[in-house]
Each structure stands twice: as structure tokens, then as C-alpha cells.
């Protein structure tokens, strides 16, 4: 046994004693290690957030693009909400955040996930295999169907797609567990070699 | 009424429309627009960061005020504080922000994380009953992927790697495509209602 | 050189047609005709999970996930908004959890607006309304902790999550929670599957509005969003048969 | 409540448990269990072994922090061999984090009483990718006018036996893939194409089935994928190391999920078959 000396390996392993300690129940130890990762993480992404806002907003703007004033008047009025005779103000700002977000959505939904899963689906169908996929896919949409009730002898159709996407599940979660207990091995030689020195 | 309900709409169909305007059609005016209107977008998250940061500092201290004694608080908003005034004094290549980095987020982060190694076991313990027909396909598929990618499962139960196989490259495919077309579908169509103003409740409208 | 960008024009069409069906049949739904929804169990299950919170005196805890503004979160949003009137008309305490500033700045705005309708804008407390952090692991520490320290009795995760899904979900149990989830991330609703009570798969959380307040323009959407799926089914189908045929045209217009 | 029952409900706690000890008692003393050499693994080595004692050998670092969970291992296990061979050892690397693994792994040799400078050597990190690859091809010492630990190369032993390319044995590169460093496919073009040097390859799991080609077409002499070719390899060396705790950690902890399913099943149908007994 030869225990590291390194202050930082000793925070790392008391840390992480501290999250593992949560399996047992919540206790003091969980808590404290909680609230020091939280505060700090929430603190790193307020100081990222302020260089970002200094080289892509401050600076150009000082340095002539006067338009970027505009998202910077917005932004401020964010925070009209704790003013409640022009809280309404904060809409503004957030109408923009939404519509934008709502646009990058829209676009990259037709693009990747509608186009190129329906030609991935349309493949010869020579093979069982080919089949299956292709069955498959048109099953588990029909699961999808929300207004329209598939009755008589189609009614099978959604159960079947249930099936279909239970089948997908279960491989997704079984095909996880390996990165998972991997990213367990990595903390536990972290604890063992570099901290204990076993 | 035209700043409380006209604008807000406005603003936010006029955005969504160039951006998606943008994407299909090559006009240079329109694509320098929609440049203009994500960059605003990512100016104004860094001004929500900052409500985010009166949220923390006002919780904690109110739950400061209720108890004194209540060091968890305390010790979020001491980290909180000095994180801050460290990175931004300082620099984001102090040795002492990245000690903070590499030595309390980055370790704390992985062991979080590693907790999924625990939870999915006992996740599929309780929900891998064979209770009916549903849980038993989970159940089947579950464990045949869980042996297949292991050696050992190879050597107890051969038929599984090849299984294992089959079933990520030939059964998975079907479901996966049926939720991602479904979901894209619905992507749109949240979109298009945000964009002509039927969901102004999503950003506090009236 | 054409205005069109290369290789998304037939992307575009779809787009068109997609949006100009929608549109059609929101406007023929304002117009009287009659659309139903089927029931979807997680949503009927949410004013069970609020019922069993006021009977217990405990409070319910919902989170619109890891994600920025992105569809997703816009549905969880949606959600949240009835939720939110719901716990404000029993008086249930409501505790909502984020990570994203920007989706924060919107989900407490969302919050504030429902307790107003509800008749309780008194009722509204920003405590409750958490900013947690933007790291992925953060956040997933913080819920674990209001989990397990306000004794939840209801927990709703409905958004846009990541590899701490099941972190949540299987906190949440472990606190003997009723848990209702929905995502549209293929790879992480199996451990929403596993670890919650009702799940609300991929699109149809996209029904919220019209499954809650049956509102007939949302109603009207979702049924041109069946028809573009009766479309896809089709195309699917036609285009397997060609190729199989030999024919690849229709892939090849595809790819323009 | 019998113990039917007690078996659907066991305690979460008890599973951590038995999970925590199916991944720290590897980790503390490699089990070296279940794992079966496989053709792809069993070949690289064959070759490795075919070598004559005491040649040379080029390995190539390049993978980034984050990969080295399935390429450290490789390297190691394969860096026993070599020392095993008295083939002395040249590395170089893309990224510049290739460099420090470099000499993590290269630290095996000591063992093997190598001495740096005379048996092997760690030039470091090199950027531009297969340009650079290609200068170092024709003049090793041009490109690398001093070491990783800063000595002269022209001053060192080693180097002054290796003129080109051609003065080595064998290659072998350590790939995350083609982003940002040196790919596989840029390897294959300079040792295998521009100087007949046999190459082997050791890649991330998910690199491997795009890179069965080069094996295929016989410009690659053998490829190790992934945590689970590191074991195997281990085996093959008889030095058990972080590839096999890797995989009897991987092993032990699949099989105990499947246990505790099994078991659950099994008490519910159990039980189930009692109840219905009993009315």
C-alpha cells in the first residue's frame, strides 16, 4: 500500500466516496459533496458565460458592431420580471429565444431524422433480415397514430409496433451497461491505485 | 397590448421563419440575418445565466436566513463565490481555477456519473419481469445484448454474441427508426405552433 | 447558381408539404370538424400523481431535463404549464428543477404565468423554481438531492434527456416516488421503460395541449401530423418495392 | 413474508454491494477469466512473434485522453512482447497527449533492462499529420531534431541505426481514429505502401469493423479492437493487466445483472405456480 500524497487525488476520492455514499441513503457526507459540486460547476459556467460574453458580444461591439446592442438591450430585459408593473416586458427576449430555438428544430428534423430514415428504409427487400427492419419500421409508427383509432383487423398493427420498439429497448439498455460499468471501473482504480495505492 | 401579446409573436415567427428560410435557400441577406438572429439568441442565454445566478444566490441565502446552522448552503455558496470571483479575477488558466476544474468538478462529475453502473442494475432487476408480453421482449433482448458483449456471457451461453449481433444490427433498427421519424414529426409540428404564436404560454404569454 | 441550397430541396418540399398540411387542418379544426385523441396513459396518469401528492401533504417535483430550447423541452414546457395550474388549484406544493439558463429564464416565466391562472399568483414561490447547474452532473446531483430531501411524492421528467436519465429515475424511486417520464431520445426512453411508472413515448408528448385543455387548433394539428405518418408509411412502402424492383429513382429524387 | 417473496424484492443496497465487489476485486487482483483468443488477436501475435529478436519496431501514439482506456492496455501488453524480443522500440505521436501515454507505456521496458536512447526511445508529439509521417519516413532525425525528454536525437544510439522507414521491422499505430491525428489509413500509405514496413494496429472498439479491410487485403498483419483484444492479448504475453480487469470487471458485473433478473423471474413464476397450488 503506498497512499498518494497528491492533495487533488485526495479530493477526488473523498468526492467520490461521498457520491457513492448516496447508494446506501442520503446522508450529510452525500450532501456536502453535492452542494461544493453544484456550487462550483454553477460557478464555472457563470465565468464561461461571461468570457463568452466578452469575446462574442463585448468586443465586437466595441469595436464597431453597433447592432449587437440590440440582444444585449433584450438580454437586460430579462430580467423585467422582478419588476412587476413591466414584467411583460421579459417576453420579449424569450419570443426571440423560442422562435430562433423553434427554427433549429424544425429545420434539423426534416434534414437527419425524417429524409434519411424514410431512404434508409427503402431497401431491397430480398432478405429476411431486410424484412424485419423494414416491417419494423412501418409498425412502430403506426403505433404513433393519435387521432385515428385502427380498429378490426388492423388494430394488430400499433400492439405489434409496441413490440417492435420493446425489442429496440431491451438491446439499447443491455448494449449500455458496458459503458456504464466502465466509467465505474475507471473511478474505482482512481480509488484502489492512484489514491490507495493497492 | 401590442408589447404584451402583438410583438412577442411577432418576434418570435419572424425569427423562427428566417432561420428555417435560411436553411433551404441560398440568399446571403437572409443567411447573414439568420447568422445575426442565433448569435443574439446565444447573447441573451449568457443574460438567463444570469438569472440563473440570483436563483442560486437567493435560495441558498433564504435557506441561511431560515436556519443559520445550515452548512450545505453555506458551503454551495462559499464554492459558488470563490469559483466565480477566481475565474473571473484571475483567469480561466489560474492554477487555481483549473485546480477547482480538474480537481472538484471534473472527479465529482465521473463519479456521478459511474452511479449508472449501480442504477442500471437495479433498474433492470425490478423492471425485467416477465410479466406480460412486453416486459418479456425487454427482458429477452435486455439480457441477450448484456451477455453477448462480454466474454464470459459468450462462453456460458454461446448462442448470445452472434445473437447480440443479429439483434443490434436487424431488430433494434425497426423501433429506433419508428420513435425517430414519429419524434421528428412532432418536432415539426411544436415548431410550427411556436412560430405562429398558438403557443405563447411557452414563454409566459397570455 | 440556383437559390435553392444543394442537396435540401427535396428536404424543403417535404418541409412545405409537411407545414402547409398542418396549417390546413389547424384551420379546419377551428372550423368545426371534430378530431379525438386517444387516451395516453401517462398523461392521465399526471392528475393521479398530483391527487396523490395533495393526499399525502407532500410535494411533486417536475424537471423539463438537461436540454436548451430545443422541441423537446418545448413539450415538457407544455406540460409543466398544466401541472402547474393543477398544483396551484390543490394547493400542492410544486418544485421544478432545470439545468439550461435559457430554459430556465422560459420555465419560470411558464410557472409564474400558470399560478396566475389558476387564480393564486400569491401561491408562487422563485424558490421553487430551480436553476441548478448547467453541468449534466451537476444537475443530476441537485435532483437527487431535492428527490430525496423535499420527500417528493410525484416526480414528472418530461423534456429533452441525456445519460442522466436513469440517474433521475431511479432516484426518484428509491424515494418510493410515482414517477412519469417522456422523452423523444430513442437512446435513453429504455431507462425511463424500466425505472418509472408510465412513460410517454417520443411523440406523443408532443399531444400535451391537446390531451389537456382539448384545444382544437392542437387537435387539428395532430391529425395532419397522423396524415403525414399514413404518408411516410406509404412512401416507405412504395419506395421498398421499386428498389426491390430495380427502380431507384424515387430514392434518387430523395437525395436532391 | 418466504422466501419467494424476499427473492422479487431484494434490497437495491444488497445489489450495490455485490456489484461494487464484482468491480473492485478485479480491479485489486486480476481474475483472468473467460476470455477466449480470438483469430484477430491470436494472428496479430503470431506475427509479433515471427519477428526475428532483436529488430525494431515504430509504434505510433495517436489517441487522445479519453481512448486510452482501450488503447493503454493494448500498447502495454504488446510492449511486453516486444521487450519479450529484445526488438527495441520507437515511438512517436499525433496528439500531444500521445506522448505522455508513450512514456507511461514504454516504462514496461525497464523491465526488460532496455536502456532509453540505446533500445528505445520516445520522440514525441509530431503535427501535420501524414506529411510530417511521411518526412520522418525518409529522415526520422529531421523531423524530430530532439526527443520528448529534450535530448539530441542525432546524439543517441538508437538513432543512429535507423536512417529511414525501411530501417524498421515492424510498424504499429495505436488509432482513435483519422480526426486530428495520424489515421489508419495514412499508416497503411507510408509504412506498408512507401517502405514494406508490416504493420499492425490496435484501434478502439468501435474502429474495428471499418479497418478488417486492411487485414483482407494483407496490408495489415493483425488488429487488436478494443478493452476486450487487450485481455486476450494479456493472456497471450502471460501479463495479466488493465485489459483483463478491464473485461473480468465487464464479466462479473454483466453476469450479476443477469443473475438478479434470473432471479426475480424465477421467484415470480415460483410463486406464482405456489398461489395457484394452493386455490
Known amino acids: 500500500m503506498n497512499i498518494s500524497t497528491n492533495i487533488g487525488v485526495w479530493i477526488g476520492a473523498i468526492a467520490a466516496l461521498g457520491i457513492y455514499s448516496v447508494l446506501i441513503k442520503d446522508n450529510p457526507f452525500y450532501r456536502l459533496v453535492e452542494h461544493i459540486f453544484v456550487g462550483a460547476s454553477a460557478g464555472i459556467a457563470i465565468v464561461t458565460g461571461v468570457q463568452t460574453f466578452k469575446s462574442q458580444a463585448w468586443s465586437p461591439l466595441t469595436s464597431g458592431q453597433w447592432a449587437l446592442i440590440f440582444p444585449m438591450l433584450l438580454g437586460v430585459l430579462l430580467y423585467a420580471r422582478y419588476v412587476p408593473q413591466y414584467s411583460y416586458l421579459n417576453r420579449l427576449p424569450l419570443s426571440l429565444m423560442m422562435g430562433a430555438g423553434a427554427g433549429v428544430a424544425m429545420r434539423g428534423a426534416v434534414e437527419s431524422q425524417i429524409v434519411g430514415q424514410l431512404t434508409a428504409t427503402m431497401v431491397k427487400l430480398t432478405t429476411l433480415d431486410a424484412w424485419i427492419i423494414f416491417l419494423g419500421t412501418l409498425l412502430s409508427l403506426s403505433y404513433f397514430f393519435l387521432t385515428y383509432r385502427l380498429e378490426g383487423g388492423a388494430a394488430w398493427a400499433p400492439r405489434l409496433g409496441r413490440y417492435f420498439m420493446m425489442a429496440a429497448f431491451g438491446a439499447a439498455f443491455g448494449n449500455t451497461v458496458m459503458g456504464r460499468v466502465s466509467a465505474a471501473i475507471g473511478r474505482f482504480q482512481f480509488i484502489f491505485l492512484e489514491w490507495l495505492g493497492l | 397590448m401590442f408589447l404584451r401579446k402583438t410583438l412577442p409573436t411577432l418576434i418570435a415567427g419572424v425569427c423562427g421563419v428566417v432561420v428555417v428560410v435560411a436553411y433551404f435557400f441560398a440568399i446571403p441577406s437572409v443567411q447573414t440575418l439568420a447568422n445575426h438572429i442565433l448569435k443574439w439568441q446565444s447573447v441573451i442565454a449568457v443574460f438567463a445565466l444570469g438569472l440563473g445566478g440570483v436563483n442560486i444566490i437567493r435560495l441558498h441565502t433564504k435557506n441561511l436566513q431560515r436556519d443559520p446552522k445550515n452548512f450545505y448552503s453555506l458551503a454551495l455558496l462559499v464554492t459558488f463565490v470563490i469559483t466565480i470571483v477566481v475565474g473571473l479575477t484571475m483567469g480561466q488558466t489560474s492554477a487555481a481555477y483549473t485546480f477547482i476544474f480538474d480537481y472538484i468538478n471534473v472527479p465529482t462529475g465521473s463519479a456521478i456519473f459511474s452511479l449508472l453502473a449501480f442504477y442500471i442494475g437495479t433498474a433492470a432487476y425490478r423492471a425485467f419481469r416477465a410479466k406480460n408480453a412486453e416486459a418479456a421482449i425487454l427482458l429477452i433482448t435486455g439480457c441477450i445484448v448484456m451477455m453477448g458483449r462480454v466474454p464470459i456471457g459468450a462462453k456460458i451461453l454461446p448462442f448470445t454474441a452472434p445473437a447480440t449481433d443479429w439483434i443490434m444490427s436487424v431488430l433494434n433498427v425497426g423501433g429506433q427508426r419508428g420513435v425517430m421519424i414519429a419524434g421528428a414529426i412532432g418536432f415539426i409540428a411544436v415548431s410550427l405552433r411556436i412560430i405562429v404564436g398558438l403557443e405563447r404560454r411557452a414563454y409566459g404569454g397570455e | 447558381m440556383s437559390i435553392f441550397t444543394q442537396g435540401r430541396v427535396f428536404d424543403l418540399v417535404t418541409l412545405v408539404v409537411v407545414t402547409g398540411l398542418m396549417g390546413l387542418y389547424m384551420y379546419l379544426a377551428r372550423s368545426g370538424m371534430r378530431v379525438k385523441i386517444r387516451p395516453i396513459a401517462g398523461f392521465a396518469a399526471i392528475d393521479e400523481a398530483i391527487g396523490r401528492a395533495a393526499e399525502m401533504g407532500k410535494p411533486v417535483h417536475f424537471t423539463p431535463g438537461f436540454g436548451g430550447l430545443v422541441a423537446a423541452t418545448f413539450a415538457g414546457l407544455e406540460v409543466l404549464g398544466y401541472v402547474a395550474r393543477l398544483t396551484a388549484q390543490y394547493d400542492v406544493r410544486l418544485i421544478v428543477t432545470v439545468s439550461q439558463a435559457e430554459t430556465f429564464a422560459v420555465t419560470e416565466q411558464v410557472m409564474r404565468q400558470a399560478y396566475l391562472e389558476a387564480g393564486k399568483p400569491e401561491a408562487f414561490k422563485p424558490e421553487d423554481c430551480r436553476f441548478i447547474s448547467t453541468d449534466q452532473w451537476a444537475y443530476a446531483s441537485g435532483v437527487i438531492g431535492v428527490l430525496n430531501r423535499e420527500k417528493v411524492a410525484s416526480n414528472i421528467m418530461i423534456g429533452q434527456f441525456a445519460a442522466e436519465a436513469l440517474i433521475l429515475a431511479e432516484a426518484g424511486n428509491t424515494v418510493g416516488a410515482i414517477q412519469i417520464a417522456g422523452t423523444t431520445n430513442a437512446y435513453q426512453i429504455p431507462f425511463f421503460v424500466v425505472a418509472c411508472d408510465y412513460v410517454i413515448l417520443g411523440e406523443e408528448m408532443f399531444a400535451a395541449g391537446a390531451h389537456f385543455t382539448n384545444n382544437v387548433v392542437h387537435l387539428g394539428s395532430l391529425r395532419a401530423e397522423d396524415l403525414v405518418k399514413a404518408a411516410c408509411i406509404a412512401i416507405m412502402a412504395i419506395g421498398a418495392v421499386l428498389t426491390t424492383a430495380g427502380a431507384d429513382f424515387l430514392t434518387t429524387i430523395m437525395g436532391k | ?279
Open chain 4, 1 to 279: 413474508m418466504n422466501i419467494l417473496e424476499k427473492l422479487q424484492n431484494i434490497d437495491k443496497r444488497v445489489f450495490y454491494l455485490l456489484m461494487a465487489l464484482a468491480i473492485a476485486v478485479p480491479t485489486i487482483s486480476p481474475l483472468g477469466l473467460g476470455v477466449d483468443v480470438t483469430p484477430a488477436v491470436q494472428r496479430a501475435y503470431d506475427f509479433v512473434s515471427s519477428l526475428p529478436n532483436g529488430g525494431r519496431a515504430v509504434i505510433g501514439f495517436d489517441y487522445e485522453p479519453g481512448d486510452e482506456i482501450d488503447l493503454n492496455p493494448q500498447a502495454k501488453a504488446i510492449i511486453h512482447q516486444l521487450g519479450s524480443k529484445n526488438i527495441k522500440v520507437v515511438a512517436i505521436a499525433s496528439f500531444p497527449a500521445g506522448a505522455m501515454f508513450a512514456e507511461q507505456c514504454l516504462a514496461i521496458l525497464e523491465e526488460y533492462g532496455y536502456e532509453y536512447g540505446k533500445d528505445y526511445v520516445n520522440l514525441g508529439h509530431y503535427a501535420g499529420g501524414e506529411a510530417t509521417l511521411a518526412a520522418f519516413a525518409s529522415n526520422p532525425t529531421a523531423v524530430f531534431a530532439k526527443d520528448w525528454r529534450g535530448y539530441d536525437t542525432t546524439s543517441l544510439p538508437i538513432m543512429q541505426e535507423i536512417k529511414s522507414m525501411s530501417d524498421f521491422t515492424m510498424a504499429m499505430t495505436l488509432n482513435d481514429g483519422p480526426t486530428g491525428g495520424t489515421g489508419t489509413h495514412e499508416w497503411v500509405r507510408q509504412a506498408v505502401m512507401a517502405h514494406n514496413v508490416p504493420l499492425i494496429m490496435g484501434v478502439t472498439g468501435v474502429l474495428a469493423a471499418s479497418n478488417e479491410t486492411y487485414v483482407q487485403s494483407g496490408q495489415c498483419k493483425g488488429i487488436l479492437a478494443g478493452l476486450r483484444a487487450a485481455a486476450e492479448y494479456e493472456k497471450l504475453v502471460d501479463k495479466l493487466g488493465e485489459g483483463t480487469v478491464g473485461m473480468d470487471a465487464q464479466s462479473m458485473a454483466h453476469l450479476l445483472i443477469v443473475i438478479f433478473v434470473v432471479l426475480g423471474n424465477a421467484a415470480m413464476f415460483l410463486s406464482k405456480r405456489a398461489k395457484g397450488g394452493a386455490a
